[in-house]
């Protein structure tokens, strides 16, 4: 039967993995979530509370799919508060993702936080073509830390490195993330270099990558209502995260004055940018 | 603009009360319309004319999500609660505004919250406004405005009396009679009708049992209110002799002539973007275009009412 990916479906949280104090991951069944690329992402419904949009993350389970949440506002909390066998609705997934450029050697992945997610979706992908990456993770302390084993399953069969950086040194390299892309990216040379988290580290990430000129792919968050393009609240300048993104390449985001810049809130009210030291 | 050139077609140009667009295609409020940007793309790609988001004095989230429900079958049903950056805010979006026909949508609880929001916009490079009589879903603005016949009238009034620029009304299938709010609207000087919003409609999911909308009633937009729209186009435009622009489930350039026969003299689009994105703007345009061909005639406005003789 021909399913309506708008139409919502409820699945059951099969499994719930405690990442850090404040990070969870719920894992359920779903056949199109589990064939989902990476940077796509689905609108997680919890029932008569919220809805949410949330990128999807991968899981060991044949037919399975996850999503990693961080508690923090009504929606999110109730949703990191809910218990296996308990319900979800979800519908997507939405959006275009990352893509792999042909013939690709190397890649470097960079993210933080649940920004982390697309990523992880990614790096099954350069495990499954072959293609060599250096995955760099950045958190604030240790206790913040999560996906590092992941990873380096995820990423088993090629040759790769997974570099752990925290702000304040507690684990790993001391440091945000973006200082340890300045190093790396003068010493070797990488096809393409993705990233997801915090905007004003992907806005660092996009600088430097340009100062090499190394292709980039970021994937963006804005407050979205609808999913599907047609309500215009996720939009920056005049392209929707929803339909055009979240996925934008170096050519768009030379083009996109507010990016790094300006986030609008649920009123559409534009503001600035102050997500990251 | 080169780019443009192709949308800048004698044949398809209308003349609603004041205004003359380049062709009969309008953007319907609250769909894409926060941003300037996005209203220059839609330019870019063809739209006759753009409504914004209905704008209120003070900013407004509106309701928590779900807001918008894909019902299938070219259909939508949405409670989003009148989100907006406020007329302070959204008066310095559009600033920048400088060839994009863009028609201001408002919305209120009283007349005495319209003054103050066109003062700020009346300045701008802007073309028109829309209010909005007939939003089902807010208590207090839209549509409960709407059934207060006085009120309608000082609204309209209190516009009126400060700009020049030409006024629409948007009215919806509610409580009162349509036809009464159309000609309250036209006494106390609107210079056309938009009609007609979304109607009230709920969905439910089966497996939790629980209404979807956060709000649980909303308003149902697409293809099913299509034919509600075409009769209220018809009863309207016939009885009142006023210009009106259709609105509602207008997905090919058929539909949009479908309207245009019911008495519209320009028809909004909505829903349809959520099936194939703003391409539709062009792709029904010129669908339009090669019928007036067919039928030899040599500009869209004849269409306007030509079903009324029958």
Known sequence: MHINIDHIRIVNIDNIIEETPSIRTLIFRDKL?????PGQFLMVWIPRVEELPLSVMISDKKMHAAITIRKGGFGSTALFNKKVGEIIGIRGPYGNHFTIIKNMKKALLIGGGTGLVPLMRLATKMNEFGINSTFVMGARSKTEVFFEKQANRFLKNTKHKVIVTTDDGSYGFKGSATDTLATIIKEEKFDRVYTCGPELMMKKVFALASEYSVSVEASLER????????CGSCCVGEQLVCKEGTVFNEKDLRLMTEFGRIYRDKTGRKSHIVDYN | MKQNSKYNNDILRVNISSLSLRNPTILASGFLGISQEL????????VGAVVSKSISTQPMEGYKNPTVVSLGNGSYLNAVGLSNPGA?????EVISNKQVPLIISLVGSTDSDFLPMVKKFDHLNICGYEINLSCPHVTQMGMEVGDDPEMVN???KTVKSYSRKPLFVKVGVGNSDIIAVAQIAKDAGADGITAINTIRAMTIDIETSMPILSNRIGGLSGKPIKSIGIRCVYEISKKLKIPVIGCGGVFTWEDAVEFMLAGASAIQLGSVIGYEGIIAFSRITSGIKKYLERKGLKNAMELIGLAHKY
């Open chain 2, 39 to 46: 209203f220059n793309k839609l330019y870019r790609y063809g």
């Open chain 1, 223 to 230: 407050y979205m209502k609808c999913g599907i393009g047609i």
């Open chain 1, 33 to 37: 979530s589990s064939n989902a690329h």
């Open chain 2, 154 to 156: 000082r609204i309209i």
């Open chain 2, 88 to 92: 302070e805010s959204f008066s310095k």
